[in-house]
């Protein structure tokens, strides 16, 4: 079945300091990727999403390309703030008959800014 | 804030008890999912409700059962609770269904079993 690999960390990083989250992904056809981030004591929210190969999604700083040839969706960011201290989730929802939307997630990244 | 509310936001009970969960979309959504989130399991998918009819299982346990009203809120039930029933349990909503949809997350309930 389909599924998702994400590197689970923790990540300590400084601030400034440039950040990449890997994540791979095992799936049927063409899903749609995306980026959750749960801050502490909150829901999920939506952080980026790209829906075909070599869509590009971003959002506050973060980046992530869709490249169906390694399947992956690598999560970056140039520049991370304290603010940004979270837990990163990689998820795909299947592009296939039958598919109704549900997402398949990572087991999660903790990122730790210091200042 | 997302626009999807859940209730209680926290909830203590005993093994053997049974609890049901709330969950109100955000206005005008129409599909509902069910999200379970555990130390060991991580963020599983639960079930999914558009406009009234169940329309995919994830990995549901056959204690557990969901449904969602005409007003379109959902409710999950789960009994005969056990240890390992202890979790975050996450609503989300989304206009449609599908691939393409953005799932909106509610705060979660945080269920305790002892």
């Known amino acids: 079945g389909d599924s998702v690999t994400q590197m689970e960390g923790p990540v300590t990083l400084s601030e400034e300091a440039f950040l990449t989250i890997n994540c791979t992904y095992t799936a049927t056809g063409y899903p749609s990727l995306f980026w959750y981030v749960q801050y502490p004591g909150e829901g999920l929210q939506l952080l980026l999403k790209a829906t075909k190969a070599d869509d590009k999604g971003s959002n506050k700083g973060f980046e992530a390309t869709y490249r169906k040839e390694t399947t992956s969706f690598h999560l970056e960011k140039g520049s991370v703030q304290v603010s940004d201290s979270a837990v990163y989730f990689c998820?795909?929802?299947?592009?296939?008959?039958?598919?109704?939307?549900?997402?398949?997630f990572g087991k999660g990244t903790k990122l730790s800014v210091k200042p | 804030d997302s626009g999807v509310t859940q209730t209680p936001k926290h909830l203590i009970t005993a093994t053997g008890q049974r609890v049901t969960l709330r969950c109100s979309p955000r206005?005008?959504?129409?599909?509902v999912y069910w999200y379970q989130q555990s130390l060991d399991q991580g963020l599983q998918f639960l079930i999914q409700y558009y406009n009234g009819e169940e329309r995919a299982k994830g990995n549901i346990l056959e204690r557990f059962s969901a449904q969602q009203f005409p007003d379109l809120h959902s409710e999950l039930n789960l009994s005969s609770l056990e240890l390992g029933d202890s979790a975050l349990y996450f609503c989300a909503s989304s206009v449609e269904m599908g691939t393409y949809n953005e799932q909106f997350f509610g705060p979660g309930t945080r269920l305790t079993v002892l």
């Open positions: 206005s005008g959504d129409l599909s």
């Open positions: 998820a795909l929802s299947g592009n296939y008959g039958g598919s109704q939307g549900n997402l398949i």
